[in-house]
């Protein structure tokens, strides 16, 4: 079955009114005939219909064991990183969301945990690094903001000899472009607010285990830290869910033709796009991912953040915005919004420049697209 197909008819028919549009279930509690005897459900920071349906449903697309729904990307990051205990070592990309730096240095490293970033796009240099303190490989594959692609089956398989697990961020490729649990990783995060939600229109965030062990823990920590997702907001990432494939194919199309376009720019320095032969690691993207994605990054000869930032003010359908994966394209200057936690040092290592720009592909035509890129490249 086609997974547009399969991902549609896994959003269920409602069984007590046949209502075609999942229900949502606004309600605190529940009627008990006695007491620990009720119908599945008794209080909704524990569990609640609609969000067990989105549950179930992300935990399906990504052929996991559970899913798990929080208020925010950033509370699915924090329910991973609770799994941790003192004196344990975190790997994690260098290239990596401002959000979660933010978590694990300024956090996590008060309560014992200890944080390193490596390039992990070549396996060595995470091999080089890891200890028997490491109890957590954290990815993005993509990465934001330079589309990094990591081997994610040889890092699984790497970890796995050392006995640690593997977290992988599916925000940037969500389930249609790969799914990390079938390339032998231990844990994916979303943030939903991006593509699955697909509409600029929520904060949500989901974690998916490939184990009924590691599921109980997060399953704890949901309901110990209270973190939930409301049954409204449940609702409204159904509702993406039910267009994503034909999203992300529209999305990466999109996201093709203006790389190439700006390939061809003379003030361009750098693009960055898996689709393109000439990034790192294409061939492993073209491996592990069904399509590209839907996000383009590039650089400017004019290294300066004046010069992106008169760029970024200078186009119409591209919006100056934060975030991602909505149905307007965006686009966004990462050293001055999305990355500016991380200190000017680290950022720019990383390759985090100070022209980079970041284009989240909407739903626009592709070519109106390059249109509006072209105009505003004719005022700098």
């Known amino acids: ?70 208020a925010s990307g950033l509370a699915a990051i924090d329910a991973v990183a609770k799994i941790l205990k003192p004196g344990d070592e975190v790997l994690a990309v260098d290239d990596i969301y401002g959000g979660a730096f933010r978590l694990f240095t300024q956090v996590y490293n008060n309560f014992g945990i200890t944080i390193k970033f490596v390039d992990t796009t070549d396996v060595s240099n995470i091999e080089r690094k890891i200890s028997d303190k490491t109890k957590l490989i954290w990815l993005e594959s993509p990465t934001n903001p330079l589309l990094k692609i990591s081997d994610i089956a040889a890092i ?21 472009i790969q799914k ?32 009924d062990e590691l599921g109980e823990k997060i399953k704890f920590i949901q309901n110990s830290t ?17 267009t994503l494939s034909l999203r992300m194919k529209e999305h990466s199309n999109s996201a093709a033709a203006v790389a190439n376009f700006l390939v061809s720019r003379p003030e361009v320095d750098k693009v960055y796009f898996p689709g393109l032969e000439s990034h790192v690691n294409h061939n492993i993207a073209k491996t592990q991912q069904k399509y590209f994605g839907g996000m383009v990054s590039f650089s400017l000869k004019n290294d300066t953040e004046e010069n992106a930032v008169k760029l970024a003010t200078s186009t119409k359908l591209f919006k100056l915005a934060e975030s ?46 390059i249109d509006d890129l072209e105009q505003a490249f004719k005022k700098l």
Not at 24 to 31: E, K, P, R
Not at 40 to 46: A, I, K, P, Q, V
Not at 226 to 242: A, E, H, M, Q, T
Request: aromatic share 6%; proline share 5%; with cysteine.
């Open 226 to 242: 209270g973190g939930i997702l409301s049954p409204f907001d449940s609702w409204l990432v159904i509702r993406g869910i039910s």
């Open 156 to 176: 699984a398989k790497l970890a796995k000899s050392r006995g640690c697990l593997v977290c992988v961020d599916n925000t940037f490729a969500t389930p249609i």
């Open 1 to 70: 079955m086609n997974e547009s197909t399969k991902i549609i008819h896994s959003i269920p028919v409602d069984p007590l009114t046949g209502a075609i549009s999942v229900p949502i279930y606004q309600t605190s509690t529940y009627v008990q005939e006695q007491p620990g005897v009720n119908k599945g459900f008794d209080y909704s920071r524990t569990n609640n219909p609609t969000r067990a349906i989105l549950e179930r449903l992300i935990a399906e697309l990504e052929n996991g064991k559970n899913g798990f729904a929080f």
């Open 180 to 211: 990390p649990i079938d390339l032998g990783v231990d844990i994916i995060i979303h943030s939903a607010t991006k593509y699955l939600g697909g509409h600029s229109d929520l904060i949500a965030g989901l974690v998916v285990t490939n184990s």
């Open 324 to 369: 991602l994966g909505g149905t307007k394209s965006l686009v966004c200057s990462p050293s001055t919004m999305t990355h500016k936690s991380i200190p000017v040092e680290s950022r720019r290592a990383s390759g985090v420049v100070d022209s980079l720009l970041r284009l989240s592909i909407g739903l626009e035509d592709g070519q109106d697209l």
